[in-house]
C-alpha cells in the first residue's frame, strides 16, 4: 500500500469559490479541497502559492492547474508569475492567513464539533499529549491525537507519512481535524509549536484549553530573540485563540504568562507547580522502585490519588498540566486519572532492555539543553554515560548548551551526530564538544568528554565502556526511525541500534 502524504475525508464537499472570496471574479468555481504544495493537489483543490524561503509557490502554479487545481490563490508577486494560467486566481495581502480560514471553511470547520486541546512548551508537548489523550480514552472519551510522532484516533495511528513536523499547515490540519470527526472523534488533542503560531497553521481554531508545559531555549534559529520566541507562545493564550488557560508556573516565563492571562481577564487561567501556590500541585510523590509514581494532587476540586507510570520528575510535572486541562474541559477526573499508570511516549524515556547482565539503556527525545538537564538528573545517582549531539540546520546556539548540560549531568558525555542534514557533521560535533569541554574543566568530579564520531560507533562505544550498574542515556532522537544526513534519511533507530550493537559486543549476529 502507497502511505498516503495527507489524509483528508472521503467524501469532498466541493463549495463555491465565492463563498470563500467574496470579491472574487470567479464565484462559481467550486472547490473540494485546498493544499499548499503543488505536488499534492488533487482535482477540484484550492492550490495556495506562498512566497518560501527558497522560492515561490507560484512557480508550480501551473504544475497545480495541470494536476487538476480548479482555483489559486496567492499574493500579488505570485499573480504575476501566476499570469495567463487557466483557472481562477484570487490575489490577497496575506495568502497564508487567508489559507487558514479557507480551509476551515473547505472541510466544514470541523474544531467547531470536537472538544480542542492545545499542548504548547519548549518540551514536553508530545509527552503532554499522550498523557491527555490516555487519560481521556480512560474516561471513555474517543480523542484524536496531532503531533511529533504522527496522528492518531483513538489510541491507534492513521496512517500517513509524516515528517518530524509538530502542527501540520493549516490544509492538511483542517482536513486532518475533518477526517478525524468523521472517524468518531469527539475531541483532538494537538500539539501548537511556536512555528505554528507564527506561520498562522492553528488559525481559525478556539481552543477549549491550551496548556503551557515550559520555556527554555530552543528555534532561536526561526524567532531570532528569546522574546519574540515566547510571545509566538505567548499568542496562544489570548481570547482568539482559547477559551481557558493552564500555565505551568515553575519558570519565570510561565509565571509572566499567568500574570498576563490573568491581567487579561479574558481568557480562563489555571495554574500549575511541582510545589504548592498553583491551582493544581503534587501534596504527595511517592516514587515506586519500576520507576512509577503514586502522587497525591491537590486540586481546586479536591485530592486526586493516581499512579504516573513515566519516570522522571519532568513528567510528573507534565501529568499535573494535562489533569488540570482536563478538568478545564469538564473531564471526569476520577476515570481519566486510571488512564495514566500504563501511558507511554514512544522514544521518551524508554528503557531498552537488554537483560539482567547489561547495563540500564535509556532512549530520550531530548534535544534542548533544558530537556538534557532533565533526564540527567532524573537519572542521578547513578554512573551516568550520555551519547547526544545537535540538529544541523537548527538553532546554533542551543549546541555548546546541550554539550555543557550534559557535561554536568553525566560522568563520562560522548558527542555523535543526531540529523545533520545539510551541515558538516564535524562542525556540529565540534560545537557540542566545546560547550561539554567547558564545563568539564570547571568540574573537580573529572567528567570524560570523547568524540564519539558517527552515532552507531558512539553507541558501541558507550556499551563497551558501561558497567552493569551504569546508566547509558541516548539522547536527541527519541522514536525517529531515520537519520537525515545531506538531504537522504538513512533508517536509524537508537533502540534497535542499542539491541543489534549489544550483540554484536556479546559475540552474536548485529
Ligand atoms: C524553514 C521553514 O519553516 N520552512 C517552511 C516553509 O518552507 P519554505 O519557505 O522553505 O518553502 P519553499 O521551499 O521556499 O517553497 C515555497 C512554497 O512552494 C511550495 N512548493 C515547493 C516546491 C514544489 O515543487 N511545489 C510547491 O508547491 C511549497 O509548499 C511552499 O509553500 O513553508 C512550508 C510550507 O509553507 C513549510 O512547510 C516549511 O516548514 C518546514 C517543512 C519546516 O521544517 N518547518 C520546521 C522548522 C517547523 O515548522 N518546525 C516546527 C517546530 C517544532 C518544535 O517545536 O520542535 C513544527 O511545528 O514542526
Ligand atoms: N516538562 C518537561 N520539562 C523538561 N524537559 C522535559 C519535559 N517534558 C519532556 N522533557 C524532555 O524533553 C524531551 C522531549 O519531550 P517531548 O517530546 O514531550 O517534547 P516536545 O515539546 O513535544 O518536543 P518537540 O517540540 O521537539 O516535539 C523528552 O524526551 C524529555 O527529555
Ligand atoms: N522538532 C524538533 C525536533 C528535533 C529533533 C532532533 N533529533 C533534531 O533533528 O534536531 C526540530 O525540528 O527542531
Given at each position: 500500500m502507497v502511505t498516503p502524504r495527507s489524509l483528508r475525508p472521503p467524501e469532498p464537499h466541493p463549495i463555491p469559490l465565492g463563498s470563500l472570496f467574496p470579491g472574487t471574479d470567479r464565484p462559481d468555481v467550486g472547490v473540494s479541497g485546498i493544499t499548499l504544495d503543488s505536488r499534492l493537489v488533487q482535482p477540484g483543490d484550492l492550490y495556495v502559492a506562498l512566497p518560501g524561503r527558497s522560492t515561490h509557490g507560484a512557480r508550480f502554479a501551473a504544475a497545480a492547474v495541470d494536476a487538476g487545481a480548479a482555483a489559486v490563490l496567492t499574493d500579488a508577486e505570485g499573480a504575476a508569475l501566476a499570469a495567463g494560467l487557466p483557472a481562477a486566481v484570487v490575489v490577497v495581502a496575506d495568502p497564508r492567513r487567508a489559507m487558514a480560514g479557507a480551509a476551515a471553511d473547505i472541510f466544514g470547520r470541523p474544531s467547531e464539533r470536537l472538544t480542542m486541546l492545545a499542548v504548547t512548551g519548549t518540551n514536553g508537548k508530545t509527552t503532554t499529549s499522550y498523557l491527555l489523550e490516555a487519560a481521556l480514552r480512560a474516561a471513555g472519551r474517543r480523542p484524536g491525537l496531532i503531533g511529533t510522532i504522527g496522528f492518531r484516533l483513538d489510541g491507534q495511528a492513521l496512517e500517513s507519512a509524516r515528517t518530524t513536523i509538530t502542527t501540520p499547515e493549516s490544509p492538511e490540519l483542517q482536513a486532518l481535524l475533518a477526517t478525524m470527526r468523521e472517524g468518531g472523534a469527539d475531541s483532538v488533542v494537538m500539539e501548537v509549536s511556536s512555528h505554528a503560531v507564527v506561520l498562522g497553521r492553528a488559525d481559525a481554531i478556539t481552543f477549549d484549553v491550551a496548556g503551557f508545559t515550559n520555556f527554555g531555549r530552543d528555534h532561536l534559529d526561526f524567532h531570532g530573540t528569546e522574546e519574540a520566541y515566547f510571545?509566538?507562545?505567548?499568542?496562544?493564550?489570548?481570547?482568539?485563540?482559547?477559551?481557558?488557560?493552564?500555565?505551568?508556573?515553575?519558570?519565570?516565563?510561565?509565571?509572566?504568562?499567568?500574570?498576563?492571562?490573568?491581567?487579561?481577564?479574558?481568557?480562563?487561567?489555571?495554574?500549575?507547580?511541582?510545589?504548592?501556590?498553583?491551582?493544581?500541585?503534587?501534596?504527595?510523590?511517592?516514587?515506586?522502585?519500576?520507576?512509577?509514581?503514586?502522587?497525591?494532587?491537590?486540586?481546586?476540586?479536591?485530592?486526586?490519588?493516581?499512579?504516573?507510570?513515566?519516570?522522571?520528575?519532568?513528567?510528573?510535572?507534565?501529568?499535573?498540566?494535562?489533569?488540570?486541562?482536563?478538568?478545564?474541559?469538564?473531564?471526569?477526573?476520577?476515570?481519566?486519572?486510571?488512564?495514566?499508570?500504563?501511558?507511554?511516549?514512544?522514544?521518551?524515556?524508554?528503557?531498552?532492555?537488554?537483560?539482567?547482565?547489561?547495563?540500564t539503556v535509556i532512549v530520550d527525545f531530548a534535544h534542548t539543553p533544558q530537556a538534557v538537564g532533565s533526564v540527567l538528573s532524573s537519572l542521578a545517582g547513578r554512573r551516568c554515560i550520555v551519547v547526544l549531539g545537535a540538529g544541523g540546520d537548527r538553532d546554533v546556539q542551543k549546541r555548546g548548551p546541550i554539550g555543557a548540560a550534559a557535561a554536568r549531568g553525566a560522568a563520562v558525555v560522548i558527542v555523535t551526530d543526531d540529523n545533520p542534514r545539510t551541515e558538516e557533521p564535524a562542525a556540529i560535533r565540534a560545537r557540542v564538544l566545546e560547550g561539554a569541554r567547558e564545563v568539564a574543566t570547571s568540574l573537580t568530579g573529572g567528567v570524560e568528554v570523547l568524540d564519539g564520531g558517527d552515532r552507531r560507533s558512539a553507541i558501541r562505544l558507550a556499551l563497551q565502556r558501561a558497567g552493569v550498574h551504569d546508566v547509558v542515556a541516548i539522547l536527541g532522537k527519541g522514536h525517529e526511525e531515520g537519520q537525515e544526513v545531506s538531504g537522504t534519511v538513512h533508517p536509524f533507530s537508537d533502540s534497535a541500534v542499542v539491541e543489534q550493537e549489544w550483540n554484536v559486543l556479546n559475540g552474536g549476529a548485529a
Open positions: 510571545e509566538a507562545k505567548a499568542e496562544l493564550f489570548t481570547a482568539a485563540r482559547t477559551r481557558h488557560a493552564v500555565v505551568n508556573i515553575d519558570d519565570p516565563r510561565g509565571r509572566q504568562l499567568a500574570d498576563r492571562v490573568r491581567a487579561g481577564a479574558a481568557v480562563r487561567l489555571t495554574t500549575t507547580s511541582l510545589a504548592p501556590g498553583a491551582d493544581f500541585f503534587p501534596d504527595r510523590i511517592e516514587p515506586q522502585t519500576d520507576g512509577s509514581s503514586r502522587l497525591v494532587l491537590t486540586t481546586p476540586l479536591g485530592q486526586l490519588d493516581l499512579v504516573l507510570g513515566l519516570p522522571g520528575e519532568f513528567n510528573i510535572a507534565n501529568a499535573v498540566t494535562a489533569v488540570a486541562m482536563l478538568a478545564a474541559v469538564d473531564v471526569d477526573l476520577d476515570r481519566a486519572v486510571t488512564g495514566l499508570a500504563a501511558a507511554q511516549v514512544p522514544g521518551r524515556m524508554q528503557r531498552v532492555d537488554l537483560g539482567p547482565e547489561a547495563p
